[in-house]
């Protein structure tokens, strides 16, 4: 908890003979395990009512999920992208993929470098888009 290895704690323990001297150190020892017995009490008391007032419930949870040293943002988004998910709007989606499939396959098709042209649906007819000079 305070990572101090023997040797710092020895120097701890002569510093406090001699600043605090031993005349006065059991005294402060002694306060020092109240102290520690309090916080263990308050510690328990605080789980106990926590247990109470959460019931039957807080048995069922999985506290290792709600640890923030188990967030992982790449595997976040990978888990996002390949669920399954609602399809793709339009008449051009036959193959039955899902949006996050389809993002995942594109994504995948221009790192490997696939020509644009091979990820265009076969609804879209070849050639320049159409331009309408007086619209824009």
């Given at each position: 908890?305070?990572?101090?290895n023997?040797g ?13 001297g ?10 020092l395990?109240?102290?520690?017995r ?7 008391d ?7 007032e959460?019931?039957?419930e807080m048995?069922?949870v ?9 967030y ?8 996002a ?6 399809l ?5 989606n ?6 996050a ?5 594109a994504?995948g ?7 644009a042209?091979a990820?265009?649906p076969a609804?879209v ?5 159409p331009?309408?000079?007086d619209?824009t």
């Amino acid at each position: 908890m305070f990572d101090i290895n023997g040797g710092e704690l020895l120097i701890i323990v002569v510093l406090a003979l001699v600043l605090i001297g031993p005349e006065r150190l059991p005294q402060y020892a002694a306060q020092l395990a109240r102290l520690v017995r309090k916080l263990r009490a308050f510690a328990a008391d605080a789980r106990d009512r926590v247990t109470d007032e959460l019931g039957p419930e807080m048995a069922d949870v999985d506290w290792s999920k709600l640890d923030p040293r188990q967030y992982d943002p790449r595997r976040i988004v990978r888990e996002a992208l390949l669920e399954d998910g609602p399809l793709l709007p339009g008449p051009g989606n036959r193959s039955g993929r899902t949006a996050a499939r389809t993002a995942a396959a594109a994504a995948g098709a221009a790192s490997a470098g696939v020509a644009a042209a091979a990820q265009r649906p076969a609804s879209v007819p070849a050639g320049p888009a159409p331009f309408d000079a007086d619209a824009t």
